[in-house]
């Protein structure tokens, strides 16, 4: 009895598993990621900027959520975003990235921001407590 | 030297570095300015968050290997071998840039290989009378498999298609991961407590059942509560929802047996290793309770993304899972036999961690109802204004970490101290 309900539950969690993977996404056709984008997912790993930042509320609290940054109307120009990078700030180390690196990275959080918001709105909560989209 | 002792020193030295590296980061994410050019934090938090990873897995496998008397040679030496690697990589700047698995992706291939070889000597079949704790062993190690595997999945391009798939499915295997140690861990503390008091039935028990199969299932199901705010599809969330909520169980039996517990607490006290087992306890229902809360997606809105998540993470790891650790080595290195001084020593110092790290718990917690208030009912508030308002209480956090950094530093050192082999005629190993 405990083998096969152990069994049964190892099952539902591979069935679960594959359809999280081809189903989760809610992005019908999700834009693909160019070189650019690919390379600048690269400097983002390698310099570990998940230590300090967050995408999608997933990361380090030292710098600001960066999910949505590329299309703020203040800070989402290619010029305010690579000052930060290259100049770095008081908290900021300067990581001595390339005109190159600075540019993927750029074209990087363009994707991430192009596949989604990371706030809630209000109006999507329901008075269930789950959200509604 | 026996390879096993070895690997009792080298997942203690991890402790000691999680501890020290996290109370340096802290310091280095309160005054950047003085830290930048020499150890920023960014070069700190990988050392912080791999050496708790692995002590957390080290001390996992090493206290299960050798209860069951399972242990593989090859298994610890390539696992200790490429965990002082990592470390070296980390001195030179070599980063791999993913949450928890901070290092170069290359170097999981050994790992891989390292948690093979445990478990080729691990996996054995189970009888029909098995004990709890071996159904819970084996869970772990197997899943521990899976979502390694799962890990590494953001390898093939397809994965990296769609951010949000990545995401997701990175956050998947973490939450799940999480569990499998967990599971490893807690049946740590049934055999301990099977030990201790010499009944074996604690580990037959319905109850004891029950919630090895409750918290597999949250294992496999509820780790959606990681990415409630990504926009993925709306039944994902409500699976991970109606799973976490199962978890109200656990919470009603622990009210349920609060009478029974004090009553054990009462009859054990004299020993050191129950009083871990009794510390942690204590932050099962504190942490399980937070836990259970930010899985509510209308609160999780407020608590993503803040310090309430470092909580709940530090909670667990320091509060649960090193608290049991530390009872299933001190079983193992017999601390109950040390001198009464060197027992008192114990024994204050788990005081000391408890205190400090109920400071630490709840300075987190109030920095991140700031942090979800300001950021998220005022969002014209800039990140700089956010931080600024939640800096004294993570100034505080700070001051908590030292203690707890005394506290584990003791008993490590205590314990790496009194790590070479003895024999006592007291304590009891169990076999199955």
Known sequence: MKFKLWVTLIILFFIYSFYVYIYSCSEKQPIQPNASVLSGWKVWQNKNCHTCHQLYGLGGYMGPDLTNIASDANKGSDEYMKTFMKYGTDKMPNLHLTEQEMTSLVSFLRWVDKSGKTRVPRESVHWTGTYIF | ?432
């Open chain 2, 1 to 432: 030297m026996n390879l096993q002792r070895l690997f009792i020193r080298f997942a203690l030295v991890m402790l000691l570095v999680t501890v020290l590296a996290g109370v340096i980061a802290s310091f280095a994410f309160l005054f950047p300015a003085s830290f930048n050019s020499v150890l920023p934090f960014h070069q700190l938090r990988p050392v912080h968050a791999s050496a708790a990873l692995f002590w957390i897995i080290t001390g996992a496998a090493c206290c299960v290997g050798y209860f069951s008397g399972r242990q593989s040679k090859a298994f610890m030496v390539i696992w200790m071998i490429t965990i002082a690697v990592i470390f070296l990589n980390y001195g030179f700047n070599n980063y791999g840039g993913r949450e928890y698995w901070e290092f170069p992706a290359y170097l999981n291939l050994p790992l891989l290989v390292a948690w093979l070889f445990f478990m080729v000597v691990f996996l054995k079949r189970l009888p029909k009378d098995a004990p709890v704790y071996y159904w819970m062993w084996t869970s772990g190690v197997l899943f521990f498999l899976i979502t390694f595997l799962e890990q590494n999945l953001w390898h093939i391009p397809w994965f990296r298609e769609s951010f949000l798939r990545e995401v997701t499915v990175q956050w998947k295997a973490n939450g799940s991961m999480v569990g499998a140690w967990n599971q490893m861990i807690n049946g740590l503390s049934v055999y301990l407590l099977v030990a201790i008091s010499g009944n074996a039935g604690l580990a037959q028990k319905k109850k004891t059942w029950f919630l090895f199969f409750l918290g597999l299932f949250n294992l496999m199901f509820n780790w959606g509560h990681h990415v409630y705010n990504v926009p993925n599809s709306n039944w994902m969330r409500g699976v991970a929802y109606a799973v976490s909520m199962t978890e109200w169980v656990i919470i009603i039996l622990i009210i349920r047996s609060f009478k029974s517990s004090l009553s054990a607490a009462r009859k054990f006290r004299h020993l050191v290793v129950y009083r871990f087992i009794s510390a942690a306890e204590f932050w099962v229902f504190a942490n399980l309770l937070l836990a259970l809360l930010m899985s509510i997606p209308a609160i999780n809105r407020y608590t993503h993304g803040t310090h309430i998540t470092v909580a709940h993470a530090m909670g667990t790891t320091i509060g649960i899972n090193t608290m049991l650790l530390l009872a299933a080595f001190g079983y193992i290195l017999d601390v109950d036999n040390l001198s009464e001084r060197t027992r008192k020593w114990l024994q204050v110092a788990i005081r000391i961690n408890t205190v400090s790290l109920a400071v630490f718990w709840v300075a987190l917690i109030v920095a991140g109802l700031a942090k979800g208030y300001l950021s998220v009912d005022h969002p014209e508030n800039s990140f700089f204004d956010v931080m600024k308002a939640v800096r004294p209480y993570l100034e505080v956090f700070t001051a908590a970490g030292l203690g707890v950094m005394i506290a584990l530093g003791v008993i490590g050192v205590i314990y790496l101290r009194y790590s070479h082999e003895r024999h006592s005629a007291n304590k009891k190993e169990i076999t199955m």
